[in-house]
């Protein structure tokens, strides 16, 4: 079965820097859309950044925008997420999916935590 493990997080000062990475099993990952998502206590699940199969095209949430980078490697089954110049707001679980026909099999989810 499909399998998203995710890695990571942590606890970083406002401004600095962090990179996700989520570890993909059971499909054939090079075939597929990916998306780091983030949810925060009390609010709803945001997708954050979305990244096509080959690559080729991303789309970010004008929050995260300049600010976070995703990336993939196909041959390693592996999607990232770098953050830079983070902020106390980015504080949130954040997890991965796998678009098939909708976002499904999400990870267990990674805690970033940014101290102002």
């Known amino acids: 079965q499909v399998q998203l493990v995710e890695s990571g997080g942590g606890v970083v000062q406002t401004g600095g820097s962090l990179k996700l990475s989520c570890l993909a099993s059971?499909?054939?990952?090079?075939?597929?859309?990916m998306g780091w998502f983030r949810q925060a206590p009390g609010k709803e699940r945001e997708n954050v950044a979305t990244?096509?199969?080959?690559?080729?095209?991303?789309s970010y949430a004008d929050s995260v925008k300049g600010r976070f980078t995703i990336s993939r490697d196909n041959a390693k089954n592996t999607v990232y997420l770098q953050m830079n110049s983070m902020k106390p707001e980015d504080t949130a679980v954040y997890s991965c999916?796998?678009?098939?026909?909708?976002?499904?099999?999400w990870g267990q989810g990674t805690q970033v935590t940014v101290s102002s």
């Open positions: 999916a796998v678009w098939d026909g909708g976002w499904r099999h």
């Open positions: 059971g499909l054939t990952f090079s075939s597929y859309r």
């Open positions: 990244i096509a199969w080959s690559g080729a095209f991303t």
